[in-house]
Nanobody
Framework: QVQLVESGGGLVQVGGSLRLSCAASRRAYSNNAMAWFRRGPGKEREFVAAITETGTNTHYADSVKGRFTISRDNARSTAYLQMDSLTPEDAAVYYC???????????????WGQGTQVTVSS
């Protein structure tokens, strides 16, 4: 069964940190780039960060550069998103995705999780 399961979302104050996890089935994880997208209230889905299969290359949206860090643990088939210095603009449902190559577009990603809510209070 192909599966991506996000966890780690919650309520955090402005300036705080959260670490999201994406646990993937082997079929979804192996040989795939991993990415995070988000959809804020009333907004379109937007790219956040992505990492190649080996973890060698990463790519970030300008809005999160220097604050967010994507990583992966291939032994655990899990991807992570460390989010620091959170602002109200970061509040969204965060989705994990897996696909054949690194991209900031949704189209190449074949597998998607159900999402985890991040709320930032001021």
């Amino acid at each position: 069964q192909v599966q991506l399961v996000e966890s780690g979302g919650g309520l955090v104050q402005v300036g705080g940190s959260l670490r999201l996890s994406c646990a993937a089935s082997r079929r979804a994880y192996s040989n795939n780039a991993m990415a995070w997208f988000r959809r804020g209230p009333g907004k379109e889905r937007e790219f956040v960060a992505a990492i190649t299969e080996t973890g060698t290359n990463t790519h970030y949206a300008d809005s999160v550069k220097g604050r967010f860090t994507i990583s992966r643990d291939n032994a655990r088939s899990t991807a992570y998103l460390q989010m620091d210095s959170l602002t109200p603009e970061d509040a969204a449902v965060y989705y994990c995705a897996a696909g054949p190559y690194l991209s900031n577009r949704g189209q190449p990603y074949d597998y998607w999780g159900q999402g985890t809510q991040v709320t930032v209070s001021s």
